[in-house]
């Protein structure tokens, strides 16, 4: 199984650019399909960002879109969110989460979606 690790966040103030990453171990990281969840304040965990095994499907929440790019990088285990023109909307808890995915084709908007996930890196931003 996989271990995810997640770092970048930070407190930014409007319209500015944050990048987060999250850093995998303990298994071969392509076979997992990727996502970034985030809680804002007294919300549910909502679905950001997803990316298939190869990087070349990816989806996006409709808010984040054109603002927010997702990307990963396979021989370094790794993964990132690449996130601009932040407004205080965008303050929350932001996890990285991994599915084992047999088909390639993985996606999932949905938190149940995904076994495994980091512990969080928060970001807040400011008005």
């Known amino acids: 199984q996989v271990q995810l690790v997640e770092s970048g966040g930070g407190l930014v103030q409007t319209g500015d650019s944050l990048r987060l990453s999250c850093a995998a171990s303990g298994d071969r990281f392509s076979r997992y399909a990727m996502a970034w969840f985030r809680r804002r304040p007294e919300q549910d965990r909502e679905f950001v960002a997803s990316i298939n095994w190869s990087g070349n499907d990816r989806n996006y929440k409709q808010s984040v879109k054109g603002r927010f790019f997702i990307d990963r990088d396979n021989a370094k285990n790794a993964m990132e969110l690449q996130m601009t023109r932040l407004t205080p909307e965008d303050t929350a808890e932001y996890y990285c989460?991994?599915?084992?995915?047999?088909?390639?084709?993985?996606?999932?908007?949905?938190?149940?979606?995904?076994?495994?996930w980091g512990q969080g890196t928060q970001v807040s931003v400011s008005s």
């Open positions: 989460a991994a599915h084992l995915d047999s088909s390639g084709a993985y996606y999932s908007k949905q938190p149940g979606g995904y076994n495994y």
